[in-house]
């Protein structure tokens, strides 16, 4: 028997797992080969037995607490929320040059949830890297890295000093070498390689409906990662935290991958929080309809949350104020603000305090009285995952910025056989924002609604920068690269 399976080793391992009620992973030992055997005793060392049995019983068990007392939902309080449309120009100019500063300064980061495949839009291959069909042939992750690339040149404008925007991005176990090998293979878009953090978020084990862990194979558990609110453990355990502290980044933009409209370190966004001396924000849109299936802000218990729409009574879901808005219509699209000092607070302080959720999944497993493989029809397990908002409770200084939908959400879910939160409907939200751009530069667009106009993010980042088309007749289709003008007519 090899060194990292030796007897000690052994028996120390039943102990723990006949402790956590977990004995049965080793039920097909005897028929293991060395090999196996060894991966299933690396497979179980990973796990703190203590913290996943333990998870399972605050969650699912006896142990679990009470649920939220939803009678005491109210709206976050008006003076903690701002929005760009009854912002003045003076004051968006105010909260642009205040991040603009920091930025130059190095405070500013950027943190990219990307450990979602892109199972849905029919690839196998992580959904950052996915191509939505622009003439350019720029990818999610293109997109993005552009765009900080433009902020840090309007820091550099306004400033005179040349910062850099370091850019965080949390994979999981299946898409954090191909996003590597991508980022590599394309000379990370422009971007100092030195910019780039890539970091792999833990996967757990999955439970069954009495709270054993699933195994997949004879010697090896049915593991997922943990949710977007596994960043907190993630930042601490991955060194993420010591670099933010090394670099002196200050301020850190948190946002998913799939929103092609997402502003990368939006100046307005991130200098409102900062001119408000936030510890956390969220950017908002307003929910368009009391069904929409989005999640609110508000506040639960006291405390700040995001409560999902399936939490939601119709009648509470319908409240409106007496400007005819809904009460409760700050729509969640994962697009946040932390300073770095909170965030070392919640996961020095409050990342094990983190509510679970549960997602009951069909996940194929091994059959325990004949040994094989099985894949269910219906859900047979649980998959327990943390939320990256659940820490706004946390927060001692919390505040919300509400933007437009049209400007700068719209997320890839899908693949082009569904009704929406496709690549078509991706690509022609930026083909509309674009023209809009132009449009506002006093350009003339002929065209369909719908008709391709894209503009480089190193030429624009939100509209500016366009001046000498102004007075200009354009005709679709327009593309303008960073060396300016190549339309169609």
């Known amino acids: 028997m090899s060194d990292v399976i030796s007897e000690n080793k052994m028996e120390a391992m039943k102990e723990s797992l006949v402790r956590y009620g977990q004995e049965h992973v080793l039920s097909w030992w005897e028929e293991l080969s060395t090999v196996e055997r060894e991966q299933l005793m690396k497979d179980v060392s990973d796990v703190d037995l203590a913290e996943m049995v333990d998870m399972y019983e605050k969650t699912c068990g006896d142990n679990s607490g009470p649920a939220k007392d939803m009678s005491t939902m109210e709206p976050v309080d008006p003076s903690l929320c701002e929005s760009i449309v009854s912002s003045s120009p003076a004051q968006l100019d105010m909260y642009r040059d205040v991040a603009l500063r920091a930025a130059s300064a190095g405070q500013v980061g950027v943190l990219l949830l990307a450990g979602g495949m892109g ?32 902020v840090q040149e309007l820091a550099k404008r306004l400033t005179g000093q040349e910062g850099q925007i370091p850019m965080y991005v949390m994979t999981s176990e299946h ?56 960043l907190y453990w ?34 307005v966004f991130m200098g409102y929080c900062i001119s408000k001396k936030a510890e956390a924000g969220n950017k908002a849109v307003e929910k368009i309809c009391p069904d929409e299936a989005v999640g609110v802000v508000c506040k639960v218990e006291g405390k ?66 004949s040994g094989q493989a099985c894949k269910p029809i219906s859900p047979n397990g649980i998959k327990l995952e943390k939320f990256v908002f659940d820490v706004f409770q946390f927060s001692n200084s919390f505040v919300v910025w509400e933007c437009i939908r049209e400007d700068e959400f719209s997320p890839l879910k899908n693949a082009d056989t569904a009704a929406k939160d496709t690549p078509t409907t991706s690509r022609q939200s930026l083909y ?43 005709k679709t ?10 339309n169609g007519h």
């Open 432 to 474: 509309r924002q674009h023209r809009s751009f132009l449009e506002t530069s006093g350009a003339t667009v002929e065209g369909a609604e719908n008709d391709v106009v894209e503009i480089s993010p190193l030429v624009t980042f939100a509209g500016e920068g366009l001046e000498d088309y102004n007075g200009k007749a354009m």
């Open 119 to 150: 199972t849905r839009l029919g690839v196998n291959y992580p959904k950052g890297m996915y191509d939505i069909g622009l003439p350019s042939g720029k990818t999610l992750y293109q997109i993005q890295i552009e765009r900080i690339l433009r």
């Open 304 to 369: 700040i949350q995001v409560v999902e729409y399936s939490e939601i009574t119709k009648e509470t879901s319908e409240l409106r104020s007496l400007d005819g808005k809904l009460t409760y219509c700050a729509g969640n699209i994962c697009n946040h603000f932390f300073t770095r000092d909170f965030l070392k607070r919640v996961c020095d302080k409050h990342e094990r305090e983190l509510p679970h959720h549960i997602a009951k999944k069909k996940i194929p497993f091994v059959d325990a009285t």
């Open 175 to 230: 898409t954090k070498q191909p996003t590597l090998e991508f980022f590599k293979k394309h000379d990370y878009f422009g971007m100092a390689e030195d910019q780039l953090n890539i970091f792999e978020q833990r996967t757990i084990p999955a439970f069954d409906m009495q709270g054993k862990f699933i195994m997949e194979t004879k010697s090896k558990l049915a593991r997922s990662p943990d949710g977007n609110g596994g």
């Open 234 to 267: 993630a930042l601490k355990n991955q060194g993420v935290l010591e670099d933010l502290e090394k670099r002196d980044v200050r301020f850190l933009h948190v946002f998913c991958v799939d929103n092609v409209l997402v502003r990368v370190a939006d100046p």
């Open 477 to 486: 289709p327009i593309t303008i690269g960073e060396s300016l003008l190549q």
